[in-house]
C-alpha cells in the first residue's frame, strides 16, 4: 500500500540514521518500526484505571441536585 507519512524532523533522522547503520532501505526500516511497535503495544497490560471515592459529607439544608445553587451557597453570588 503506498500512502503519504509524515514524520517528525527527530524522528526521520533517526529512522535515517538505523537505516544508513543497518543498510536496510528507509521504507523498509519503517515498517520493520512500526510493526515491532504495533507488536509492543498489544502486549503491554494497560493498568485498570478505578475512582478512589470519598464520601461527599453531605450537609443538611443543601440541594446536590441544583449544583448552581450549592456552589452559590458555598462560594458566593460572584463566583459563577
Not at 540514521?17 to 523498509?28: C, I, L, T
Amino acid at each position: 500500500m503506498r500512502t503519504t507519512l509524515t514524520l517528525d524532523e527527530d524522528v526521520a533522522a533517526a529512522v535515517k540514521a538505523e537505516a544508513r547503520r543497518s543498510g536496510k532501505p528507509f521504507k523498509v526500516l519503517v515498517n520493520e518500526l512500526l510493526r515491532a511497535a504495533l507488536y509492543l503495544r498489544r502486549r503491554q497490560k494497560v493498568p485498570q484505571f478505578t475512582v478512589q471515592t470519598r464520601p461527599l459529607g453531605v450537609q443538611q439544608g443543601m440541594d446536590y441536585d441544583r449544583i448552581g445553587q450549592l456552589i452559590e451557597q458555598l462560594e458566593g453570588p460572584l463566583q459563577r
